[in-house]
């Protein structure tokens, strides 16, 4: 079997390479793909824009690909799925009206409110003026979401009055995109995140293993957010009865509002969630797809084969896979940025030492990177260095050895990715 991978960042090269450790997978395209899947065996790039959808399709039609699997939200957001399911060609997403739980915070937000499930409360404002005098009323810390798409950068945690007008006024600024002038103002909540990527059919929904992101770009969780500056699964807190309640109270009722709104989503449903001092969880957001670097870490410790699930999800029988396999041990991703990231940074920096993290037994997943004449940084989040181990411990450990080997002007990335679950609360 074919199959065209959709995006060009760190989840799209494990959602590559784990395809192709199954001897069904004949071959792997990536549109357009990193330096790390120009260079994976059994992968071809192919230079051709994630919203160019005929160009997409004519090359699905012509080579015969039997599986089209979307890894960004952008594209979801856009429809791809709804083009090619008109096409009859297989495609593993939801629908455009399914891609709006994480394309407008606005509508999920609602959709909780609607169904109760449990979330942060919040109000939603298409007025500046509105939004920052809410703020006064409510008063500090309290959190302004960019209503759209923002690439995980939309969020901002206000601890002073200051600072959050001045998160209204970016985004009625048009910062985040002209159309993208709604803001959600929400209640701030402490405790730890967790993701949870569940997988749906549209009936069934199974999650993966719980991970724990770390968003923001400063030890200790301090600074600006990222997109995810590593990440590491199974996350502890996520004990067997908290996993039940999430199914229960969560990931099952968000399934049937959806079912109910007559959308049919069939795919990943990405639940950010806090679990508060008092171990209730409670949903900050959803999103439409794969994590990223959660799956880095998911994936590394998936046994049952990949491709069996997605197309279990796109043919709607994940009702046959009530457990899924899983390696034992823990699984850490850590995230090597360039110099500046998340604000402005330089590209074009050379790579090296790839090769000797991976003989340290470390997998390495590109994610900003291109290969001209030889590797060069492409983005803000260039690798995501991945190890598993028996214990989180010995997978931490593993992967920062790895790390210690990679070199480019500008490295960057954080020393305590895991080390809060090892009970070291400094952070």
């Known amino acids: 079997m074919k199959v065209l991978v959709v995006g060009n960042g760190g989840r799209e090269h494990a959602i590559v390479k784990k395809l192709l450790e199954s001897t069904r997978i004949k071959q792997v395209f990536c549109v357009p793909g990193n330096g790390g899947t120009a260079t994976t065996k059994g992968c071809q790039n192919l230079s051709l824009n994630i919203d160019d959808f005929q160009g997409i399709e004519r090359f699905v039609m012509v080579n015969n690909i039997g599986l089209v699997i979307v890894g960004p939200e952008l594209p979801l957001s856009l429809g791809i799925v709804d083009y090619f399911q008109q096409k009859k060609v297989m495609i593993f997403g939801p629908t455009k009206a399914g891609a709006q739980i994480e394309s407008s ?19 939603v404002f298409t007025n500046a003026e509105a939004a920052k005098a809410y703020v006064v009323e409510q008063g500090i810390p309290i959190v302004i979401k960019a209503d759209g798409l923002a690439s995980g950068k939309g969020v901002t945690v206000a601890t002073t009055i200051k600072m959050a007008h001045s ?13 993208n002038i709604r803001v959600v103002v929400e209640e701030f909540l402490t405790g730890q995140e967790v993701s949870i990527l569940a997988l749906t059919d549209g009936i069934v929904v199974e999650p993966l293993l719980p991970a724990q992101d770390h968003k923001a770009i400063g030890e200790g969780d301090k600074g600006a957010n990222t997109g995810g500056m590593g990440a590491y699964a199974p996350a502890p807190i996520v004990t067997p009865e908290l996993m039940e309640r999430i199914q229960t109270e969560i990931l099952e009722p968000t399934v049937a509002a959806l079912q109910k709104r007559n959308i049919d989503y069939r795919g990943v449903l990405y639940a950010g969630l806090m679990i508060t001092a008092e171990g209730e969880p409670k949903v900050l957001e959803f999103n439409c797809r794969f994590g990223d670097p959660e799956t880095q870490a998911v994936l590394s410790l998936l046994e049952t084969p990949l491709e069996d ?9 994940l009702g046959e896979y009530p457990n899924i396999r899983w390696k034992s041990g823990a699984a850490v991703c850590v ?3 360039s110099g500046g990231y998340p604000g402005s940074y330089q590209k074009g920096k050379v790579i090296t030492g790839i090769e000797e993290a991976e003989a340290k037994g470390a997998e390495v997943f590109h994610a900003g990177t291109q290969l001209k004449q030889q590797l060069v940084t492409e983005g803000g989040r260039v690798l ?21 080997c990679i070199q480019f002007e500008g490295v960057y990335c954080r020393r305590d990715i895991g080390r809060r679950a090892l009970g070291d609360h400094s952070n």
């Open 105 to 123: 915070k606005s509508w999920a937000k609602q959709l909780m409110l609607d169904e109760g499930i449990p979330t942060p409360k919040a109000a």
């Open 335 to 337: 995230v090597l940025a």
């Open 384 to 404: 995501g260095v991945t190890a598993t181990g028996e214990t989180l411990e010995q997978a931490i450990n593993k992967a920062y050895t790895a790390v210690d």
């Open 167 to 179: 998160a209204i006024h970016t985004i009625f600024r048009g910062e985040f995109g002209s159309d």
């Open 309 to 317: 699930l997605v197309l279990a999800c796109c043919q709607q029988r």
